[in-house]
């Protein structure tokens, strides 16, 4: 699986959007973007995935480089709720490829 | 639906000591992956279960091992307890045809 590189931490203000950055210079052609989320002391939440074309869900919404080579996840509305723990992982499409998690970005959403 | 569940949700052990933890995957679902994570750190895979036999590895040693059971719930098992071993253990399920995982609240193991 391809390396991601991720800020270590980010803030926000409540209300606001919230834009996480991820660079992903060695995807291959089959893999995808996915994004997860870690709340303190729960398991990975999934939040969105993609492969070229931008995509948007009732969480968020993933804006793909057109090299492919970076991506943004945005979240729209920032509420406190949002603080936690953002995984980007590059990976072949399937249920049983496994997730290479990093350190992700840890985002703090304040008043 | 009920998601993943696993169980315990902590548990202290002694160094050398022997543990298991279990894990009812997501109904519908029949691959189960097992994730280590230490403080601070992203979760690390140790391996995944399907159609009851181990399919992939991470770089962990044979004190951990699994198993599948036919109702697709899984095991982790791991023998002679290191300080080091101390951490939440997560586990994960998904369908090998393809889609996401869905992962469980972790068992947090404690070794003293």
């Known amino acids: 699986d391809a390396k991601t590189t991720q800020p270590t931490s980010m803030d926000c203000a409540e209300g606001r959007a919230a834009n996480l950055p991820c660079n992903h210079s060695t995807i291959s052609g089959n893999e995808y973007v996915y994004w997860y989320r870690q709340i303190h002391s729960q398991g990975p939440q999934y939040i969105i995935h993609?492969?070229?074309n931008n995509e948007t869900n009732e969480m968020a919404s993933l804006i793909i480089t057109e090299d492919r080579k970076s991506s943004t996840l945005i979240l729209p509305h920032a509420t406190l709720r949002d603080t936690a723990v953002y995984y980007c992982i590059v990976r072949v499409a399937g249920g049983g490829n496994k997730l290479t998690f990093g350190t992700g970005t840890q985002l703090k959403v304040e008043l | 639906d009920a998601g993943v569940t696993q169980s315990p949700t902590h548990l202290i052990k002694t160094r050398g000591q022997q543990v298991t933890l279990r894990c009812s995957p997501k109904s519908g679902h029949d691959t189960v992956s097992w994730y280590q994570q230490a403080l601070g750190q992203g979760p690390q895979f140790i391996f995944q279960y399907y159609e009851e036999e181990e399919r992939q590895r991470g770089n962990f040693p044979d004190r951990f091992s699994g198993h599948q059971f036919p109702n697709y719930s899984s095991e982790l098992n791991v023998n002679a307890l290191l300080l080091g071993d101390s951490a939440l253990y997560l586990c994960a399920s998904s369908l090998a045809a393809g889609g996401g995982y869905t992962f469980g609240s972790g068992t947090r193991l404690t070794v003293v």
């Open positions: 993609g492969l070229k």
